[in-house]
Structure formats: C-alpha cells, structure tokens
T-cell receptor, first 113, second 119 residues
C-alpha cells in the first residue's frame, strides 16, 4: 500500500513570496491533516479535513494560510505572503474515518529568508 | 484541552543499555495514546498505540509502553537499544473534534525526545 505522498520535499523562498504544498493521502483515507513542525517542537495541527469538508481549522492563520481538498482526495496548503516565522516542516497525514490512528508523509521543509 | 509533556528533551545512552522515555499527559476524558518516531529528514512513523484493553503495548522492534491512568503516564521503554534506534520520539494523545454529529481524532504532540545511542 502506498503511503502519504508530499511535494516538494524542500522549498526556499523569500519573505512576502507565496508557496504551495501538495499532499496525496493513502487511498481510501477519508480524513486528511496538515501539521506545522517548527524546529525543536512537536507537530501542531493546522487544519483537518473529513472528505472535502473542514472539521477543524482553529489553529490555521487564516490571514495568510489557506488549504483545500478537492474531490476529497488530494490537498493543497498555501501560504501567501510568507513570513520568516513560517520556516518549518509541513507534514501531511491521513487516516480512516475516525482519525484515531494517523499516517504521515515525509514532509516539506520550508525555509523563508 | 489536552496536553502532553515529555520530561526529557535529550536522552543519550550506550548501545545495548536499557532506556526509558517519559511522557505525561493531561486529559479530562478517555484517551488514546501514541508514540511516534521520526528519523532525520523523514515524516513521523507510528511506533505503538494504546486504544483500549491491555495497558502494556508492544512494538515489533522491541519497544513497549505502559498506560498508567492513575499517574497519567505513557512511558516508552526498551530493554536493549541499538544504534539504529537513534531518532526523535514523540508522545501524542488523541482528543476528539465533533463535526456533523460525528467525533474525529485530533492529536496533540509532546515536544519530542531525541534519543542518541552511542557505540
């Protein structure tokens, strides 16, 4: 069974630029998550989708971050404009319906200069 | 709200020695508990989980963790570590988010413990 796929693996941008990350969850997994992991910290949930609907986006900085999950499969996370403090690894995870066991992708390491 | 405290940020140990990585959580409801491992430049991999039943859970590579409800702990142990166990370990507790009348899991992670195994 293929795991969670993410791209790109690495991205370097200047502040105020925009960036987008892509995630393809495990086939059949209805729930998809985006996490932000800052160096030296545990992952922090940004947004959670159930199929193509948002379950929880309470920690998503909505003035600059947006996410969508078209047709309940792939998802894209966008930052516009980026700030220095957005430098982090962005992890995508997926799970079956209830979400009590999550499977993570390799992550995208973002550096904002 | 859930919270997770990993009591050691770094744990150095020699190969073949035993190790314990400590994790305490706070929760007002029934919990599901997890340990994830993260190797350099990789995503998180599920190491083991407690959902219900036996309070002692084991992984396929020799790690075990015990759910202790009275002490709100879920410490990870291994009797003899290998060089390949060098990684960062995250303890996590699952909360619930309700939407449309259905509950969904929401993980809260600890800060992580870097385990370094020396030859």
């Amino acid at each position: 069974e293929a795991g969670v796929a993410q791209s790109p693996r690495y991205k370097i941008i200047e502040k105020r630029q925009s960036v987008a990350f892509w995630c393809n969850p495990i086939s059949g997994h209805a729930t998809l998550y985006w996490y932000q992991q800052i160096l030296g910290q545990g992952p922090k949930l940004l947004i959670q989708f159930q199929n193509n609907g948002v379950v929880d986006d309470s920690q998503l900085p909505k003035d600059r971050f947006s996410a969508e999950r078209l047709k309940g499969v792939d998802s894209t996370l966008k930052i516009q404009p980026a700030k220095l403090e957005d430098s982090a690894v962005y992890l995508c995870a997926s799970s079956t319906d209830r979400g009590y066991e999550q499977y993570f992708g390799p992550g995208t390491r973002l550096t904002v200069t | 709200a859930q919270s997770v405290t990993q009591l050691d940020s770094q744990v150095p140990v020699f190969e073949e020695a035993p190790v314990e990585l400590r994790c305490n959580y706070s929760s007002s409801v029934s919990v599901y508990l997890f340990w994830y491992v993260q190797y350099p430049n990789q995503g998180l991999q599920l190491l083991l989980k407690y959902l219900s039943g036996s309070t002692l859970v084991e992984s396929i590579n020799g790690f075990e963790a015990e759910f202790n409800k009275s002490q709100t702990s879920f410490h990870l142990r291994k009797p003899s570590v290998h060089i390949s166990d060098t990684a960062e370990y995250f303890c996590a507790v699952s909360d619930s988010v309700s939407a449309g009348g259905t509950s969904y899991g929401k993980l809260t992670f600890g800060q992580g413990t870097i385990l370094t195994v020396h030859p």
